[in-house]
């Protein structure tokens, strides 16, 4: 009698624990999934507030309604409209010609100095990937006035490579740094097989190394155009009306009158600016996540 007690006690005993343990991992779910929503939230409501008053009409801009009233699609033609003296059409092709040189040359210039940095044992390799890294935390701002006065005594301000040449500079070690962290892993097994198949150490980087490395190289091209995409410090002091970018063009976006500001043609610049970058992103997420995850050999 005695014996079934104790072991019923038990039995209860254990279901209780199970309870509480499937309760707190319901608990630990549902806070994970709170938070989540919170950051959702707190990330897209400005993104979201912004396409609401990007097709809401002028009259109505500071109408507080969280869902769209008033819509109209003239805000969008405004923002390409010239008559005011903006120039975000022009300013869209210098963004995209800009972003795509850059990223270009950074990729160029990177993979073979992460690779170098990963592969290749030289003297000073930590204190040389040191300065890259310091390179990147390096405040653009403290920039600006040498930038400007080098600029102005070469005559590059206002050009193409004035914008360039900075861009490079920032994108430029967050390619290294990212390319080097996954040529590391990838194993030298796969470089030595090549070369005793015949291939010499060019061939193997091109037929081996390369194909591998595609997915770390597409996410890093995404993130280096991306970045040179939303720059804005050094490009609204270096650019001039004809080369300037998205981003100084709608920061100087001009009204109807001389102290308005068209607030609903410029969300609707934004949104303009925005959406392509959300549907790059969502389009390739799998490999932008293969890239910053995968390894050699999958």
Not at 37 to 53: H, N, S
Not at 76 to 105: E, H, K, M, P, Y
Not at 139 to 145: C, R, Y
Not at 279 to 284: D, E, G, K, S, Y
């Amino acid at each position: 009698m005695t014996t079934t007690t104790a072991s019923t006690e038990l039995r209860a005993r254990q279901d209780k624990g199970r309870k509480a343990a499937q309760n707190r991992e319901k608990w630990a779910q549902a806070r994970t999934y709170i938070s989540a929503v919170v950051i959702l939230i707190w990330c897209l409501a400005p993104a979201y507030w912004m396409v609401v008053t990007a097709f809401r009409e002028v009259g109505f801009t500071y109408d507080t309604s969280l869902l769209p009233t008033h819509v109209t699609l003239d805000n969008f033609a405004t923002a390409f409209d010239t008559s005011f003296g903006n120039r975000f059409g022009q300013a869209l092709i210098n963004s995209v010609f800009i972003g795509v040189t850059v990223t270009a040359i950074s990729l160029l210039i990177g993979v073979f100095a992460a690779y170098a940095l990963a592969r290749l044992n030289f003297r000073f390799k930590f204190l040389v990937l040191g300065f890259i890294l310091g390179a990147s935390m390096f405040p653009g701002v403290a920039l600006i006035t040498p930038l400007f006065q080098l600029f102005t005594n070469i005559g590059w301000m206002g050009t193409y490579q004035a914008l360039i040449i900075p861009n490079i500079s920032f994108v430029l070690p967050l390619t290294v740094y990212t390319l080097t962290s996954f040529f590391r892993e990838m194993p030298w097994e796969l470089e030595e097989s090549a070369r005793v198949d015949g291939c010499t150490q060019g061939q193997a980087f091109r037929k081996v190394i390369m194909p591998l490395a595609a997915p770390a190289i597409f996410t890093t091209a995404i993130l280096a155009f991306i970045s040179s995409w939303n720059e804005f410090l050094i490009a609204s002091q270096l650019s001039n009306d004809a080369t300037q970018p998205v981003t100084v063009a709608i920061a100087s976006f001009a009204g109807a009158q001389p102290n308005q500001i068209p607030y609903t043609a410029i969300m609707a610049a934004g949104t303009i600016v925005t959406i392509p970058l959300v549907i790059l992103v969502l389009v390739f997420q799998r490999k932008i996540v293969a890239g910053l995850t995968a390894g050699a050999v999958k």
